[in-house]
Protein backbone atom coordinates (compact mmCIF):
# COMPACT_ATOMS: atom_id res chain seq x y z
CA UNK A 1 0.00 0.00 0.00
CA UNK A 2 2.51 2.20 0.79
CA UNK A 3 4.96 1.44 -1.95
CA UNK A 4 1.82 2.49 -3.87
CA UNK A 5 1.46 5.77 -2.69
CA UNK A 6 4.53 6.48 -3.05
CA UNK A 7 4.87 5.80 -6.71
CA UNK A 8 1.97 7.94 -7.39
CA UNK A 9 3.26 11.17 -5.45
CA UNK A 10 3.57 13.55 -8.17
CA UNK A 11 7.38 11.90 -8.70
CA UNK A 12 7.52 11.36 -12.26
CA UNK A 13 5.23 14.58 -13.24
CA UNK A 14 6.48 17.54 -11.32
CA UNK A 15 9.83 18.10 -12.36
CA UNK A 16 9.63 16.97 -15.83
CA UNK A 17 9.75 19.93 -17.84
CA UNK A 18 6.36 19.19 -19.62
CA UNK A 19 4.87 21.94 -21.03
CA UNK A 20 1.95 23.38 -19.54
CA UNK A 21 -0.29 26.77 -19.53
CA UNK A 22 0.99 29.20 -17.06
CA UNK A 23 -1.42 32.06 -16.12
CA UNK A 24 1.25 34.66 -16.96
CA UNK A 25 4.59 34.99 -19.20
CA UNK A 26 5.31 38.04 -16.94
CA UNK A 27 8.74 36.67 -15.04
CA UNK A 28 8.59 39.32 -12.97
CA UNK A 29 4.99 38.65 -11.33
CA UNK A 30 5.11 34.83 -10.49
CA UNK A 31 2.91 32.69 -8.39
CA UNK A 32 3.83 31.63 -4.51
CA UNK A 33 3.39 28.18 -3.45
CA UNK A 34 4.29 28.36 0.36
CA UNK A 35 4.46 25.17 2.49
CA UNK A 36 4.97 25.44 6.24
CA UNK A 37 5.85 22.03 8.33
CA UNK A 38 5.43 22.12 11.80
CA UNK A 39 8.06 20.78 14.35
CA UNK A 40 10.16 19.36 11.50
CA UNK A 41 13.32 18.48 12.10
CA UNK A 42 16.46 17.34 9.99
CA UNK A 43 14.97 14.23 9.93
CA UNK A 44 14.39 14.01 5.97
CA UNK A 45 16.24 12.80 3.28
CA UNK A 46 17.58 15.50 1.64
CA UNK A 47 19.20 16.23 4.82
CA UNK A 48 20.29 13.17 6.71
CA UNK A 49 19.19 13.93 10.06
CA UNK A 50 18.07 9.91 10.04
CA UNK A 51 18.81 7.07 8.18
CA UNK A 52 15.24 5.40 7.33
CA UNK A 53 13.58 8.84 7.04
CA UNK A 54 11.10 8.45 4.12
CA UNK A 55 10.41 12.01 2.09
CA UNK A 56 10.08 11.34 -1.52
CA UNK A 57 8.50 14.21 -2.16
CA UNK A 58 10.74 16.44 0.00
CA UNK A 59 13.88 15.12 -1.38
CA UNK A 60 12.54 16.13 -4.92
CA UNK A 61 11.84 19.48 -4.26
CA UNK A 62 15.19 20.19 -2.53
CA UNK A 63 16.74 18.47 -5.61
CA UNK A 64 14.79 20.41 -8.07
CA UNK A 65 15.65 23.91 -6.24
CA UNK A 66 18.28 25.48 -3.66
CA UNK A 67 18.38 23.33 -0.03
CA UNK A 68 19.81 25.67 2.64
CA UNK A 69 21.59 22.86 4.53
CA UNK A 70 22.33 25.56 7.65
CA UNK A 71 19.07 27.34 8.04
CA UNK A 72 17.60 27.95 11.27
CA UNK A 73 14.76 29.91 12.87
CA UNK A 74 14.97 33.16 14.72
CA UNK A 75 12.50 31.39 17.63
CA UNK A 76 12.71 28.02 18.79
CA UNK A 77 8.94 27.65 19.28
CA UNK A 78 6.06 28.43 17.65
CA UNK A 79 4.89 31.91 18.36
CA UNK A 80 8.04 33.86 18.08
CA UNK A 81 9.11 31.89 15.08
CA UNK A 82 6.16 32.53 12.99
CA UNK A 83 6.21 36.22 14.24
CA UNK A 84 9.40 37.27 12.94
CA UNK A 85 9.15 35.09 9.84
CA UNK A 86 5.96 37.03 8.51
CA UNK A 87 6.43 40.14 10.29
CA UNK A 88 10.47 40.36 9.10
CA UNK A 89 11.81 41.42 12.32
CA UNK A 90 13.48 39.72 15.02
CA UNK A 91 12.40 38.48 18.52
CA UNK A 92 14.69 41.12 19.79
CA UNK A 93 13.03 43.90 18.03
CA UNK A 94 9.53 43.08 18.40
CA UNK A 95 9.75 41.47 22.14
CA UNK A 96 7.74 38.53 20.56
CA UNK A 97 10.00 35.98 22.29
CA UNK A 98 7.63 33.54 23.72
CA UNK A 99 3.71 32.15 23.06
CA UNK A 100 1.47 35.24 22.57
CA UNK A 101 -1.73 35.28 23.77
CA UNK A 102 -4.53 34.49 21.34
CA UNK A 103 -4.78 36.19 18.56
CA UNK A 104 -3.45 39.58 20.44
CA UNK A 105 -0.87 40.31 17.67
CA UNK A 106 -3.25 41.38 15.60
CA UNK A 107 -4.08 44.71 17.30
CA UNK A 108 -0.02 45.95 17.04
CA UNK A 109 0.88 48.46 14.22
CA UNK A 110 3.83 48.69 14.71
CA UNK A 111 5.49 45.76 13.98
CA UNK A 112 2.24 43.29 13.01
CA UNK A 113 -1.05 44.42 11.76
CA UNK A 114 -0.85 45.13 7.81
CA UNK A 115 2.65 44.39 8.26
CA UNK A 116 2.57 41.06 7.38
CA UNK A 117 4.45 39.11 4.42
CA UNK A 118 0.96 37.75 3.13
CA UNK A 119 -0.50 40.85 3.66
CA UNK A 120 2.18 42.81 2.21
CA UNK A 121 1.60 41.01 -0.87
CA UNK A 122 -2.15 41.66 -1.11
CA UNK A 123 -1.40 45.30 -1.11
CA UNK A 124 0.83 44.98 -4.42
CA UNK A 125 -1.68 43.04 -6.44
CA UNK A 126 -1.67 39.48 -5.28
CA UNK A 127 -4.70 37.07 -4.44
CA UNK A 128 -3.55 35.83 -1.31
CA UNK A 129 -4.81 32.19 0.13
CA UNK A 130 -4.12 30.11 2.97
CA UNK A 131 -5.06 26.93 5.15
CA UNK A 132 -3.96 25.12 7.76
CA UNK A 133 -1.37 26.46 10.86
CA UNK A 134 0.07 29.60 9.18
CA UNK A 135 0.00 32.57 10.93
CA UNK A 136 0.27 31.92 15.13
CA UNK A 137 -0.84 34.71 17.57
CA UNK A 138 -2.47 36.91 14.80
CA UNK A 139 -5.61 35.69 12.89
CA UNK A 140 -4.76 34.07 9.59
CA UNK A 141 -8.48 35.46 8.16
CA UNK A 142 -6.66 39.08 9.09
CA UNK A 143 -3.80 38.31 6.82
CA UNK A 144 -4.83 36.50 4.24
CA UNK A 145 -7.50 37.62 1.71
CA UNK A 146 -9.59 33.69 1.79
CA UNK A 147 -8.70 31.46 4.70
CA UNK A 148 -9.59 27.77 4.73
CA UNK A 149 -9.57 27.16 8.20
CA UNK A 150 -7.89 24.99 10.86
CA UNK A 151 -10.24 22.23 10.59
CA UNK A 152 -9.63 20.09 13.73
CA UNK A 153 -6.38 21.63 14.75
CA UNK A 154 -3.75 19.51 15.97
CA UNK A 155 -5.95 16.44 14.88
CA UNK A 156 -8.30 13.75 16.44
CA UNK A 157 -7.29 12.36 19.32
CA UNK A 158 -9.05 9.08 21.62
CA UNK A 159 -11.88 9.62 23.55
CA UNK A 160 -12.18 10.56 26.73
CA UNK A 161 -8.62 11.58 27.10
CA UNK A 162 -6.91 8.21 26.45
CA UNK A 163 -3.25 8.62 25.94
CA UNK A 164 -1.40 5.25 23.81
CA UNK A 165 2.06 5.71 25.74
CA UNK A 166 3.20 9.20 27.83
CA UNK A 167 1.14 10.18 30.46
CA UNK A 168 1.75 13.52 32.02
CA UNK A 169 3.52 14.35 35.05
CA UNK A 170 1.34 16.20 37.79
CA UNK A 171 3.51 19.20 38.22
CA UNK A 172 2.58 22.74 38.14
CA UNK A 173 3.47 23.94 35.14
CA UNK A 174 2.75 24.28 30.99
CA UNK A 175 1.58 21.34 29.61
CA UNK A 176 1.86 19.05 25.88
CA UNK A 177 0.24 17.16 23.76
CA UNK A 178 2.98 15.03 23.22
CA UNK A 179 1.98 11.40 23.14
CA UNK A 180 2.37 8.64 19.93
CA UNK A 181 0.17 6.13 18.44
CA UNK A 182 -1.33 4.64 15.38
CA UNK A 183 -4.33 6.58 15.30
CA UNK A 184 -7.26 7.73 14.02
CA UNK A 185 -7.61 4.62 11.02
CA UNK A 186 -7.94 7.12 8.18
CA UNK A 187 -5.72 9.63 6.46
CA UNK A 188 -9.18 11.43 5.39
CA UNK A 189 -9.74 12.35 9.08
CA UNK A 190 -6.40 14.01 9.39
CA UNK A 191 -6.23 18.22 9.40
CA UNK A 192 -3.25 17.69 6.62
CA UNK A 193 -5.24 15.66 4.60
CA UNK A 194 -8.59 18.30 4.26
CA UNK A 195 -5.31 21.03 4.28
CA UNK A 196 -3.94 19.15 1.52
CA UNK A 197 -7.57 18.99 -0.36
CA UNK A 198 -8.49 23.02 0.57
CA UNK A 199 -4.90 23.74 -1.54
CA UNK A 200 -5.47 21.24 -4.35
CA UNK A 201 -8.93 23.02 -5.20
CA UNK A 202 -7.00 26.72 -5.21
CA UNK A 203 -4.63 25.28 -7.69
CA UNK A 204 -7.27 24.25 -9.87
CA UNK A 205 -9.18 27.40 -9.85
CA UNK A 206 -8.43 30.47 -12.66
CA UNK A 207 -7.24 33.43 -11.47
CA UNK A 208 -6.78 36.66 -13.07
CA UNK A 209 -4.39 38.01 -10.46
CA UNK A 210 -0.91 36.15 -9.31
CA UNK A 211 -1.59 34.26 -6.36
CA UNK A 212 -0.20 33.73 -2.63
CA UNK A 213 -0.66 30.13 -1.39
CA UNK A 214 0.45 29.42 2.34
CA UNK A 215 -0.46 25.73 3.26
CA UNK A 216 0.48 25.09 7.46
CA UNK A 217 0.86 21.24 7.66
CA UNK A 218 0.40 20.35 11.43
CA UNK A 219 2.35 16.94 11.46
CA UNK A 220 5.14 16.46 12.80
CA UNK A 221 3.64 18.62 15.78
CA UNK A 222 2.56 16.55 18.82
CA UNK A 223 0.70 14.23 19.23
CA UNK A 224 2.80 11.80 16.35
CA UNK A 225 -0.98 10.56 15.66
CA UNK A 226 -1.11 9.04 11.81
CA UNK A 227 -2.97 5.91 10.81
CA UNK A 228 -1.06 2.82 11.39
CA UNK A 229 -0.30 2.53 7.36
CA UNK A 230 2.65 5.10 8.07
CA UNK A 231 4.22 3.43 10.92
CA UNK A 232 4.43 0.26 8.78
CA UNK A 233 7.71 0.83 7.02
CA UNK A 234 9.54 1.18 10.78
CA UNK A 235 9.41 -1.88 12.49
CA UNK A 236 9.83 -1.11 16.11
CA UNK A 237 12.67 -3.71 16.11
CA UNK A 238 14.53 -2.42 13.01
CA UNK A 239 14.67 1.40 14.49
CA UNK A 240 17.56 3.36 14.69
CA UNK A 241 17.96 5.52 17.35
CA UNK A 242 19.74 9.07 17.46
CA UNK A 243 23.36 9.75 19.23
CA UNK A 244 22.77 10.58 22.78
CA UNK A 245 24.92 10.82 25.88
CA UNK A 246 23.38 10.48 29.11
CA UNK A 247 25.75 13.07 30.84
CA UNK A 248 25.48 15.23 27.65
CA UNK A 249 24.39 18.38 30.47
CA UNK A 250 27.31 17.85 32.76
CA UNK A 251 29.28 20.82 30.97
CA UNK A 252 26.36 23.22 30.30
CA UNK A 253 26.69 26.15 32.12
CA UNK A 254 24.15 26.41 35.20
CA UNK A 255 21.64 28.95 33.25
CA UNK A 256 21.74 26.73 30.36
CA UNK A 257 20.30 23.69 32.31
CA UNK A 258 17.81 25.09 34.04
CA UNK A 259 16.21 27.57 31.09
CA UNK A 260 15.80 24.53 28.92
CA UNK A 261 13.99 22.19 31.97
CA UNK A 262 11.08 20.49 30.57
CA UNK A 263 9.17 19.09 33.37
CA UNK A 264 6.27 18.03 31.51
CA UNK A 265 7.81 16.75 28.50
CA UNK A 266 9.21 12.71 28.54
CA UNK A 267 12.69 12.53 29.87
CA UNK A 268 15.31 10.50 28.35
CA UNK A 269 15.23 8.00 31.33
CA UNK A 270 11.57 7.57 30.72
CA UNK A 271 12.78 6.84 26.92
CA UNK A 272 15.50 4.42 27.47
CA UNK A 273 13.57 2.36 30.20
CA UNK A 274 13.29 -1.05 29.99
CA UNK A 275 15.46 -1.43 27.13
CA UNK A 276 14.37 1.29 25.19
CA UNK A 277 11.20 0.67 24.96
CA UNK A 278 9.04 4.63 24.27
CA UNK A 279 12.41 5.69 22.78
CA UNK A 280 11.74 3.47 19.68
CA UNK A 281 7.84 4.03 19.62
CA UNK A 282 8.85 7.40 19.61
CA UNK A 283 11.20 7.52 17.32
CA UNK A 284 8.71 5.49 15.11
CA UNK A 285 5.71 7.73 15.17
CA UNK A 286 8.18 10.28 14.32
CA UNK A 287 9.02 8.96 11.46
CA UNK A 288 5.37 8.12 10.54
CA UNK A 289 4.33 11.41 11.02
CA UNK A 290 7.06 13.23 8.61
CA UNK A 291 6.06 10.10 6.15
CA UNK A 292 2.51 11.16 6.13
CA UNK A 293 3.43 15.02 5.61
CA UNK A 294 5.01 14.52 3.30
CA UNK A 295 2.98 12.54 1.47
CA UNK A 296 0.73 15.99 1.85
CA UNK A 297 3.03 18.37 0.52
CA UNK A 298 3.36 15.56 -2.40
CA UNK A 299 -0.24 15.39 -3.71
CA UNK A 300 -0.20 19.57 -3.37
CA UNK A 301 2.96 19.53 -5.47
CA UNK A 302 0.92 17.12 -7.96
CA UNK A 303 -1.84 19.52 -7.67
CA UNK A 304 -0.09 22.73 -8.99
CA UNK A 305 2.05 20.48 -11.80
CA UNK A 306 -1.07 19.85 -13.13
CA UNK A 307 -2.22 23.44 -13.04
CA UNK A 308 -2.10 25.97 -15.11
CA UNK A 309 0.52 28.03 -13.04
CA UNK A 310 3.04 25.07 -13.43
CA UNK A 311 5.61 27.39 -14.74
CA UNK A 312 5.39 30.45 -13.62
CA UNK A 313 5.10 29.47 -9.60
CA UNK A 314 7.48 29.75 -6.82
CA UNK A 315 7.33 26.76 -4.51
CA UNK A 316 8.83 27.50 -1.04
CA UNK A 317 9.06 24.90 2.00
CA UNK A 318 10.57 25.30 5.49
CA UNK A 319 9.26 24.22 9.16
CA UNK A 320 9.22 27.13 11.71
CA UNK A 321 11.48 24.96 13.71
CA UNK A 322 13.10 22.04 14.80
CA UNK A 323 12.78 19.41 17.07
CA UNK A 324 14.95 17.18 19.78
CA UNK A 325 14.22 13.32 19.81
CA UNK A 326 16.50 12.21 22.85
CA UNK A 327 19.48 14.73 22.34
CA UNK A 328 20.53 17.17 25.06
CA UNK A 329 18.39 14.17 27.05
CA UNK A 330 14.82 16.12 26.10
CA UNK A 331 12.16 15.27 23.71
CA UNK A 332 10.93 18.92 22.59
CA UNK A 333 11.38 21.96 20.75
CA UNK A 334 12.18 25.04 23.22
CA UNK A 335 16.43 24.89 22.42
CA UNK A 336 19.06 27.30 21.43
CA UNK A 337 20.95 23.67 20.44
CA UNK A 338 21.30 22.69 16.76
CA UNK A 339 18.21 20.10 17.12
CA UNK A 340 15.88 22.84 17.89
CA UNK A 341 17.17 26.27 15.82
CA UNK A 342 17.92 24.14 12.65
CA UNK A 343 15.15 23.45 10.19
CA UNK A 344 14.50 22.77 6.44
CA UNK A 345 14.06 25.52 4.10
CA UNK A 346 14.47 25.06 0.26
CA UNK A 347 13.50 27.34 -2.57
CA UNK A 348 12.23 26.27 -6.60
CA UNK A 349 12.23 28.94 -8.53
CA UNK A 350 9.58 29.47 -11.41
CA UNK A 351 10.43 27.18 -14.19
CA UNK A 352 9.98 29.92 -16.58
CA UNK A 353 12.51 32.42 -14.58
CA UNK A 354 16.36 31.94 -15.25
CA UNK A 355 17.27 31.68 -11.33
CA UNK A 356 15.33 28.25 -11.85
CA UNK A 357 18.12 27.00 -13.68
CA UNK A 358 21.42 28.22 -11.90
CA UNK A 359 20.00 26.72 -9.02
CA UNK A 360 18.87 23.36 -9.53
CA UNK A 361 20.11 20.64 -7.29
CA UNK A 362 22.37 23.17 -5.42
CA UNK A 363 22.88 23.15 -1.93
CA UNK A 364 24.22 26.25 0.43
CA UNK A 365 26.24 25.83 3.52
CA UNK A 366 25.50 29.55 4.27
CA UNK A 367 23.99 29.99 7.65
CA UNK A 368 20.56 31.57 6.45
CA UNK A 369 17.65 32.82 8.87
CA UNK A 370 13.87 32.15 8.17
CA UNK A 371 13.60 36.21 8.61
CA UNK A 372 15.34 35.66 5.18
CA UNK A 373 11.93 34.71 3.66
CA UNK A 374 10.29 38.06 3.29
CA UNK A 375 12.69 40.38 1.64
CA UNK A 376 13.66 36.92 -0.67
CA UNK A 377 10.38 36.91 -1.80
CA UNK A 378 9.27 40.25 -2.59
CA UNK A 379 12.40 40.90 -5.02
CA UNK A 380 11.62 37.42 -6.40
CA UNK A 381 8.60 38.66 -7.20
CA UNK A 382 9.31 41.81 -8.35
CA UNK A 383 7.75 43.98 -5.49
CA UNK A 384 9.27 47.12 -4.10
CA UNK A 385 11.38 46.28 -0.93
CA UNK A 386 10.02 46.85 2.60
CA UNK A 387 12.71 49.11 4.67
CA UNK A 388 11.28 47.20 7.69
CA UNK A 389 12.69 44.11 6.93
CA UNK A 390 15.68 43.08 9.32
CA UNK A 391 16.16 39.84 7.10
CA UNK A 392 18.15 39.69 4.01
CA UNK A 393 16.91 38.95 0.44
CA UNK A 394 18.72 35.25 -0.76
CA UNK A 395 18.13 35.56 -3.96
CA UNK A 396 21.79 37.53 -4.72
CA UNK A 397 23.11 34.05 -2.60
CA UNK A 398 21.41 31.94 -5.81
CA UNK A 399 22.63 33.42 -7.91
CA UNK A 400 26.16 33.47 -6.51
CA UNK A 401 26.56 31.33 -4.11
CA UNK A 402 30.73 32.69 -3.21
CA UNK A 403 29.53 35.99 -2.55
CA UNK A 404 30.15 37.64 0.79
CA UNK A 405 27.30 36.19 3.45
CA UNK A 406 26.52 36.49 6.99
CA UNK A 407 28.97 35.60 9.56
CA UNK A 408 26.31 33.72 11.52
CA UNK A 409 22.75 32.77 11.92
CA UNK A 410 20.52 34.77 15.62
CA UNK A 411 17.89 32.49 17.36
CA UNK A 412 16.85 33.97 20.90
CA UNK A 413 14.68 31.95 23.36
CA UNK A 414 13.35 34.34 26.05
CA UNK A 415 15.13 37.84 26.14
CA UNK A 416 18.33 38.50 26.14
CA UNK A 417 19.48 34.35 25.66
CA UNK A 418 20.89 33.85 22.13
CA UNK A 419 22.98 31.32 20.22
CA UNK A 420 24.39 32.60 16.88
CA UNK A 421 25.33 29.52 14.13
CA UNK A 422 28.04 29.62 11.78
CA UNK A 423 29.09 27.19 9.22
CA UNK A 424 31.36 25.65 11.54
CA UNK A 425 30.13 26.37 15.10
CA UNK A 426 27.52 27.11 17.23
CA UNK A 427 27.56 30.22 20.49
CA UNK A 428 25.74 30.66 22.65
CA UNK A 429 25.58 33.54 24.98
CA UNK A 430 22.57 33.50 28.34
CA UNK A 431 21.72 36.40 30.07
CA UNK A 432 24.04 36.12 32.86
CA UNK A 433 27.05 36.31 30.36
CA UNK A 434 27.25 32.27 30.46
CA UNK A 435 28.57 30.97 27.14
CA UNK A 436 28.67 27.59 25.14
CA UNK A 437 30.61 27.00 21.76
CA UNK A 438 30.83 23.81 19.83
CA UNK A 439 32.94 22.98 16.80
CA UNK A 440 30.73 21.33 14.66
CA UNK A 441 33.42 19.89 12.31
CA UNK A 442 34.57 17.65 14.94
CA UNK A 443 31.55 17.69 17.35
CA UNK A 444 27.87 17.75 15.17
CA UNK A 445 26.29 16.14 18.34
CA UNK A 446 27.00 19.25 20.70
CA UNK A 447 28.46 17.09 23.34
CA UNK A 448 31.37 19.08 23.83
CA UNK A 449 31.52 22.86 25.18
CA UNK A 450 34.80 24.03 24.36
CA UNK A 451 33.73 28.18 25.51
CA UNK A 452 36.51 27.66 28.10
CA UNK A 453 39.36 26.54 25.86
CA UNK A 454 41.78 29.92 26.34
CA UNK A 455 42.90 28.98 22.47
CA UNK A 456 39.13 29.73 21.36
CA UNK A 457 39.24 33.61 22.95
CA UNK A 458 39.67 35.15 19.87
CA UNK A 459 36.40 33.16 18.20
CA UNK A 460 34.07 33.95 21.06
CA UNK A 461 35.41 37.67 20.94
CA UNK A 462 34.29 37.98 17.33
CA UNK A 463 30.84 36.34 18.61
CA UNK A 464 30.36 38.74 21.62
CA UNK A 465 30.48 41.49 18.78
CA UNK A 466 27.24 39.75 16.84
CA UNK A 467 25.23 39.44 20.09
CA UNK A 468 22.25 41.75 19.99
CA UNK A 469 22.69 45.20 21.81
CA UNK A 470 19.33 46.26 22.50
CA UNK A 471 16.47 43.88 23.19
CA UNK A 472 13.15 44.48 23.36
CA UNK A 473 11.30 44.16 26.67
CA UNK A 474 8.71 41.75 26.54
CA UNK A 475 5.33 41.99 23.66
CA UNK A 476 2.40 42.93 25.76
CA UNK A 477 1.11 39.59 24.39
CA UNK A 478 3.09 37.04 26.36
CA UNK A 479 1.32 34.38 27.41
CA UNK A 480 1.28 34.14 31.65
CA UNK A 481 2.42 30.36 31.41
CA UNK A 482 6.25 29.56 32.27
CA UNK A 483 7.23 26.23 31.09
CA UNK A 484 9.78 25.62 34.33
CA UNK A 485 10.97 27.38 37.37
CA UNK A 486 13.65 29.21 35.91
CA UNK A 487 11.10 31.00 33.48
CA UNK A 488 8.74 31.38 36.10
CA UNK A 489 11.45 33.50 37.74
CA UNK A 490 12.38 35.45 34.55
CA UNK A 491 9.35 36.45 33.34
CA UNK A 492 8.47 37.83 36.67
CA UNK A 493 11.54 40.16 36.75
CA UNK A 494 10.60 41.29 33.31
CA UNK A 495 7.36 42.10 34.30
CA UNK A 496 4.97 39.25 33.22
CA UNK A 497 2.83 37.81 35.94
Not at 128 to 147: L, S
Not at 203 to 230: C, I, S
Not at 359 to 366: C, E, F, L, T
Not at 453 to 459: H, K, S, T, Y
Request: hydrophobic share 35%; charged share 25%.
Amino acid sequence: MIRIIQCICFGLVLFAGAVSTAASDDESDPNVLLIVVDDLNDWIGCLGGHPQAKTPNIDRLAKAGILFENAHCQGPICGPSRASIWSGSYPHTTGVYQQPASNSLTEDEKFFKGQLLPEYFSRNGYETFAVGKVTHGYRNETAFDYYGGKFDGAGPKPAKGRRFNYFLPDVPFTGTQTDWGPFPDQDEKMPDYRSADWASEVLTQTHDRPFFLAVGFNRPHVPWYVPEKWFAPFPLDEIVLPAVMGNDLEDVPEIGVKIHELPKYPSLEFLQANGNEQFKKCVQAYLACNYFVDHQVGRVLKSLEQSAYADNTIVILFSDHGYHLGEKSRVSKHSLWEESTRVPFMILPSRDSELRHKVAGRKSSKPVELIDLYPTLTEMCGLPSKASNEGRSLKPLMEDPSIEWRFSALTTYARKNHSLRTERYRYIRYENGAEELYDHQFDPEEWENIAGDPEQAELIFRFRLEVPRRNAKYHAATKKRPINPWFQSHLKANGIE
